[in-house]
């Protein structure tokens, strides 16, 4: 994961922060359950970062640059 921002209501215990952010990083599904509960492929569900990191080389092959 990259960029995680939190925000803590109410105990901002170190011990509970800890605590409730492993929870949470438990309960995150991945691409491929999100996708299978929705009927999706991965693809559908994950979609093209704005930096084209994710585009696929065929899409980028007939391109003159």
Same mark, same amino acid.
């Given at each position: 994961?990259?960029? %995680?921002?939190? &925000? ?10 800890? +605590? #409730? ?5 438990? !309960? ?5 359950? %999100?996708?299978? &509960? ?10 093209? +970062? #704005? ?5 696929? !080389? ?8």
């Amino acid at each position: 994961m990259q960029d %995680v921002v939190g &925000k803590s209501v109410g105990s901002s215990n170190p011990y509970n922060m800890v +605590r #409730a952010t492993f929870e949470a990083l438990k !309960a995150q599904s991945s691409p491929r359950q %999100v996708a299978a &509960k929705r009927g999706k492929k991965v693809s559908d569900v994950i979609g093209r +970062r #704005a930096d084209g990191a994710s585009t696929p !080389a065929a899409d980028t092959a007939d391109v003159e640059g």
